[in-house]
């Protein structure tokens, strides 16, 4: 009797053990991609820092590259204001616009240089969720540590190149890469 116990717990054992793996293995990967919705809302109380977004009366316009859910994380903001900056504009697409935008959020991790020299060609603020992007030179990245904390970091050679005027308080909250 206690040998027919023994074998149904170590079945049992192994079929949880079994639905755990497979549980795992089946979720996806968050890797250093921080969640669409807080990769925004932490990317606007950024971006709302900067003098030149901050003072923009009409507002400013963020165009999503590649990525379906941060566009629509973003337009979950429209008409909100962070400090004096307003979000009037969110367009997406999977090719560069035509017109710069005031943000451009890099989520087509193919066309990272191609973005890249658009936003410093065009003086518009380059941003991901995706921490190894930085050391491509995206200028904010809004990404998740090991951890599944959330880091904000400032790429500021990016953003002499890109035209932004980075504000002191910014480098308050954000970890700055040179």
């Given at each position: ?6 074998v149904r717990?170590?079945s049992?054992?192994?079929?949880v ?13 968050r ?10 809302s932490y990317?606007?109380k950024?971006i709302?820092l900067?003098?030149q977004?901050?003072s923009k009366s009409?507002g ?5 590259l590649?990525d379906?859910n941060?566009?629509?994380?973003f337009?979950n ?5 962070y400090g004096?900056?307003?979000l009037a504009k969110?367009l997406s697409?999977d090719?560069?616009?035509e017109d ?5 959020f890099i989520?087509?991790?193919d066309?990272?240089d191609q973005a890249i ?9 380059s941003m991901?969720?995706?921490d ?6 995206v200028?904010?990245v809004?990404s998740?540590t ?5 880091q904000i ?5 990016g953003?002499?190149l890109?035209?932004v005027?980075v ?8 970890r700055?890469a040179?």
């Amino acid at each position: 009797m206690t040998g027919n116990v023994c074998v149904r717990q170590r079945s049992r054992f192994l079929i949880v053990a079994a639905l755990i793996l497979t549980v795992f293995f089946c979720l996806p990967s968050r890797g250093d991609d921080a969640l669409p919705h807080v990769a925004v809302s932490y990317g606007l109380k950024v971006i709302s820092l900067q003098r030149q977004f901050s003072s923009k009366s009409e507002g400013i316009t963020v165009y999503v590259l590649g990525d379906s859910n941060v566009a629509k994380a973003f337009q979950n903001h429209i008409n909100e204001t962070y400090g004096t900056m307003k979000l009037a504009k969110v367009l997406s697409g999977d090719e560069l616009p035509e017109d710069p935008p005031d943000v451009l959020f890099i989520g087509d991790k193919d066309k990272v240089d191609q973005a890249i020299l658009y936003t410093r060609q065009n003086k518009v603020l380059s941003m991901a969720r995706n921490d190894r992007l930085l050391t491509r030179g995206v200028t904010l990245v809004v990404s998740a540590t090991r951890d599944g904390d959330t880091q904000i970091s400032m790429n500021m050679s990016g953003a002499v190149l890109e035209g932004v005027q980075v504000n002191p308080a910014t480098l308050k909250v954000v970890r700055v890469a040179k």
